[in-house]
């Protein structure tokens, strides 16, 4: 029988290493911020969103390309019911964390309310066919209610889940440790990669725990003021998932010993786990920050769109616009004309053939206009940001 104490530790024991990771962690992140113009940052997280979606669908085993999550997002869905499901299943994850994204999350991120409203959000998007849940075992098929605990026992690989009827009290446990007041900032960004391997441990839902658990952890980065909207763990994560896998099942594991914490979980095993996942956050960050430097991303957009204007696919006077629109943020579209040099009509055409393309976007028919990133032009602009862009 599990109970409070079956889950402890719920931090590993301090140590120099994790004290130093989140101390760059948190350095790095804001220095990143900071540099960022806050209008750029805008068109980043929405990159970001996409991005986040599709690693941590591909942790799930689900390859939807970023092509076919920009088509969702535009409401463009494929006829095969198996890729539609999967693109409805991307919008969905897209739209929760934008609502996480824009602080309209109802309830605290450390709450049970709170954990049940994101597998709530997430799985209410869902198509009925994905809320099918089938017991490999038994082949028992059991329909999933958005935001409902799990109501019966279940086995993850090696870990038997707890018994529906601790879950509650222990997501209450969970969230009055992590949240503790005495806790220093240091300790609760030591938390974030100890509570997401505390959340699977506990396994709340029938299905989705690892997307809810990784909504979990960009909600709770978010809420230390990281700054995560700007990277994706998820990205991290992808990248290494068999270490990823590997250790989320290893920090499952009793005590090994006396010298092994005084918990009835090894406490190695979580300090491990939660090294791996700062390390993670920390390499994405840096990998970000060095992608989006503004002089190198301005050398690699107006090479970018030379070609495009020697292959005739863009206007001449393209780059003076993409330039202001990465310098600046935004800018009216009464500049067009200046920024160009030509008379306002060629420069609307200009302006217009950028618009059409989607390297610079607008809210309105007369709004300011921004930097655009669509799919097609990713590689070129941010390379490596996915391991293929088809």
């Not at 089938?134 to 605990?149: A, K, S």
């Not at 993850?156 to 220093?184: C, N």
């Not at 997307?211 to 995560?228: N, Q, W």
Request: one cysteine or more.
């Amino acid at each position: 029988m599990v109970t409070l104490a079956s889950m402890e530790p719920l931090l590993p024991d301090s140590s120099r290493e994790l004290e130093d990771l989140a101390i760059e962690l948190t350095s790095v992140a804001s220095r990143f911020a900071a540099r960022l113009h806050p209008i750029m940052r805008a068109s980043v997280g929405d990159l970001v969103r996409s991005m986040n979606c599709y690693y941590s669908n591909l942790i799930e085993g689900h390859n939807t390309l970023p092509i076919d999550i920009d088509r969702a997002m535009a409401g463009d869905f494929a006829r095969e019911p198996e890729k539609r499901n999967l693109q409805l299943e991307a919008r969905a994850h897209i739209e929760v964390q934008q609502l996480i994204d824009r602080g309209e999350m109802p309830y605290p991120v450390l709450s049970l309310d709170g954990i049940c409203w994101l597998h709530g959000e997430f799985c209410r998007r869902l198509p009925d066919d994905l809320l099918l849940v089938r017991n490999p075992d038994t082949g028992e098929e059991i329909i999933m209610v958005p935001g409902q605990l799990r109501t019966r026992h279940v086995k993850v690989g090696e870990h038997i889940a707890p018994e529906p009827e601790m879950i509650e009290p222990l997501l209450a446990r969970f969230a009055e440790a992590y949240s503790f007041k005495m806790l220093s900032k240091l300790q609760k960004i030591v938390g974030v990669g100890a509570s997401h391997h505390r959340l699977a441990w506990i396994h709340p839902f029938f299905d989705g725990n690892g997307r809810v658990s990784r909504l979990f952890s960009h909600a709770l980065l978010r809420d230390l003021g990281i700054g995560s909207g700007l990277w994706s763990v998820s990205r991290g994560l992808a990248r290494n998932v068999s270490d990823y896998k590997r250790l989320l099942s290893q920090a499952d594991q009793p005590r090994r010993g006396d010298l092994d914490g005084r918990g009835n979980l090894t406490e190695a095993g979580l300090a491990e786990f939660t090294a791996f996942f700062l390390s993670c956050c920390l390499d994405q960050v840096t990998f970000m920050e060095e992608l989006l430097k503004p002089e190198e991303l301005l050398n690699r957009v107006e090479v970018w769109c030379n070609e495009e204007v020697q292959m005739q696919r863009l206007p001449k006077g393209s780059w003076p616009l993409l330039r202001e629109a990465i310098l600046t943020g935004e800018f009216a579209r009464s500049q067009a004309q200046a920024l160009t040099g030509y008379q306002e009509r060629q420069a609307r055409t200009v302006l217009s053939s950028l618009l059409d393309c989607g390297v610079l976007t607008s809210p309105s028919s007369k709004g300011k206009v921004r930097l655009g990133f669509p799919v097609d032009i990713i590689e070129r602009w941010l390379p490596r940001l996915y391991p293929a862009v088809r």
